[in-house]
């Protein structure tokens, strides 16, 4: 079946940027998501990109897909301890497919 | 302030039990899902309703039931719970249509120990 990969921890000094990379495997996926999980609480949407888009850029927060690879990445620039979360990538063609989330840990 | 609320936040039942999980939306969305999460695994659709009383399989509906009666509320139930389905389980919904981004809204989660 599809897959999603995603390493699941990086660790990034405060005022670094933070770079969550994610592949995918469905060459048909129409969308592809980035959620956020804090403690305690459930997924929350961060952003997403449609398939024919290559970048989008939300304030401090910019995804890059490269579709020829099945590659997708979250930068969030000058990251604060509150970016303190879970990750999750997602693809959707039909369902949503999940990676197993990228813990970001903040060292001050 | 849109919301998916899920009663239990935390419980703790016995092997076999019957264990019931509410989850509630006010947002009119056509979609709802059962998922479970569990460390290293990231998110595993358990059910998923598209309409009232209509509910679909997902990758793992082995040991679940659902209930949809109404559209603002998708129950899961543990007929006879087990150790292996202590776990950490998000509800979330969605509106309908086939086109446009598939964007999910999250309850808070239940967190279900079985001992």
């Known amino acids: 079946g599809e897959d999603v990969e995603q390493s699941l921890f990086l660790s990034v000094r405060e005022g670094d940027s933070s770079v969550i990379n994610c592949t995918y495997t469905d060459s048909s996926s129409t969308y592809l998501y980035w959620y956020k999980q804090e403690p305690g609480a459930g997924l929350q949407l961060l952003t997403y990109i449609f398939s024919n888009m290559d970048m989008k850029q939300d304030q401090r927060l910019t995804v890059l897909l490269n579709k020829k690879d099945k590659h997708l990445s979250l930068r969030i620039a000058d990251t604060q301890t509150g970016d303190s979360a879970i990750y999750f990538c997602a693809d959707s063609n039909y369902q949503l497919i999940w990676g197993a989330g990228t813990k970001l840990i903040i060292k001050p | 302030d849109v919301k998916v609320t899920q009663s239990s936040r935390y419980l703790v039942k016995r092997t076999g039990e019957k264990v019931f999980l509410e989850c509630v939306q006010d947002?009119?969305?056509?979609?709802m899902f059962w998922y479970r999460q569990d460390p290293g695994l990231g998110l595993r659709l358990i059910y998923f309703?598209?309409?009232?009383?209509?509910?679909e399989k997902g990758d793992i509906p082995e040991g679940y039931s659902v209930s949809r009666e109404k559209k603002e509320r998708f129950s899961l139930i543990l007929e006879s719970a087990s150790t292996n389905q202590t776990s950490m389980y998000l509800c979330?919904?969605?509106?309908?249509?086939?086109?446009?981004?598939?964007?999910?809204?999250f309850g808070a989660g239940s967190r279900l120990t079985v001992l």
């Open positions: 947002m009119d969305h056509e979609n």
């Open positions: 309703s598209y309409d009232v009383k209509m509910k």
């Open positions: 979330a919904s969605s509106q309908g249509g086939e086109s446009g981004a598939n964007v999910l809204t």
